[in-house]
């Protein structure tokens, strides 16, 4: 069971990018996802999750408006879209994976983990 983060990089403020939590060893869509971030000398934080049954919970209200989370079961991959990007942002970001009908921000409740992709906003 893994699951693979990618598409961080360095953007400018405003920018846009995507990440991609791309699952193997296991169907993704019996899953709940959640996108986690650490910020250097930082706790790792929940950002976002998308349960099962496609329900969205946000864990960080910076976000609002900004960032979504969808999932493609065709490529067993959860995506994390996210606009207007701000310094803020720049962090490690995570996916992590639980086979459990709801979400959750605490990063001790799932049960796998990806290796993590940097996001750098810059001005």
């Known amino acids: 069971v893994q699951l693979g983060e990618s598409g961080g990089g360095l953007v400018h403020t405003g920018g846009s990018l995507r990440l991609s939590c791309a699952a193997s060893?296991?169907?993704?869509?019996?899953?709940?996802i959640g996108w986690f971030r650490q910020a250097p000398g930082k706790e790792r934080k929940g950002v976002i999750c998308?349960?099962?049954?496609?329900?969205?919970?946000n864990y960080a209200g910076s976000i609002k408006g900004r960032f979504t989370i969808f999932r493609d079961n065709t490529k067993n991959t959860v995506y994390l879209q996210m606009n207007s990007l701000k310094l803020e942002d720049t962090a490690v970001y995570y996916c992590?994976?639980?086979?459990?009908?709801?979400?959750?921000?605490?990063?001790?409740?799932?049960?796998?983990w990806g290796q993590g992709t940097q996001v750098t906003v810059s001005s």
């Open positions: 992590a994976a639980r086979r459990y009908i709801s979400c959750s921000g605490d990063v001790s409740w799932y049960d796998y």
């Open positions: 060893g296991f169907t993704s869509g019996y899953y709940t």
């Open positions: 998308l349960s099962v049954d496609d329900e969205v919970t």
